[in-house]
Every structure is written in structure tokens, then in C-alpha cells.
């Protein structure tokens, strides 16, 4: 599995994903740093990747219908998380979680739970 992550999800998060041996690009190295919701998604559509973020704007279904992307995690966490917490719950998460859970789905991160919407 191939994931992006958005510009606001700390720089060491690709590291967590290495740990379960899944491949990611963040934003900021790839020069989408400053993109659009737009440009994220049509980046990350095109490339086959699943994209992390915590831009709750990602999270309307209607603007960005499941059957149209890989996959889309949304961390819902608070803003004054540092990349130390954040680290820690998407390494939660990724130890909970089946890979056939996370595609061609909307997954919500909360601390300690996660929803899944599908198609």
C-alpha cells in the first residue's frame, strides 16, 4: 500500500508507516506543501495512494466520494498534538487494522477508536 501525507501531518509520520514496511511520500518533499485540497487528492488519486491528513474538509463524502479515491484517513485529533502523539496513535492504528480495511475507504482516527465508512 502507498500512502500521502498532507502537509499538516508531522515529516517523522512517513517513518511510522516504514515500520509496517508500507511506502509514503510526504507533501512537503514532493512540492504539494502549499497545494489545494484539489491538488492533494488529484496527486494522490493519480499515484495509487491513500492520503492521511487531518484536514476535516477531506471527511465530506459528497466533495470527495469514497468510489472515487484509494483511501483517505482523517486523524481527528487536537490541534495542539504534537508529532510524538500523533506518531503514537497512527502507530495504534496501523497495528489494529487490516489493509483491506483502509482501501476504497474513509477511515476517521480518533484517540483510541476508529470508524470506517465503504463504498
Known amino acids: 500500500m502507498r500512502f500521502l501525507l498532507d502537509a499538516n501531518i508531522p515529516f517523522s509520520s512517513k517513518e511510522i508507516l516504514k515500520k509496517f514496511n508500507y511506502n509514503a511520500e510526504h507533501s512537503r518533499e514532493i512540492g504539494l506543501g502549499k497545494a489545494t485540497d484539489e491538488q492533494i487528492i488529484k496527486y494522490a488519486i493519480k499515484n495509487n495512494q ?30 495542539y498534538y504534537t508529532a510524538n502523539q500523533i506518531n503514537g496513535i497512527l502507530s495504534n492504528f496501523f497495528k489494529s487494522i487490516k489493509e483491506r480495511e483502509i482501501e476504497n475507504s474513509l477511515v476517521i482516527v480518533e484517540i483510541n477508536r476508529y470508524r470506517i465508512r465503504k463504498i
Open 50 to 79: 491513500i492520503l492521511v491528513t487531518k484536514d476535516l474538509g477531506f471527511g465530506n463524502i459528497k466533495k470527495y466520494p469514497i468510489k472515487n479515491h484509494k483511501g483517505i484517513i482523517l486523524l481527528r485529533v487536537p490541534f
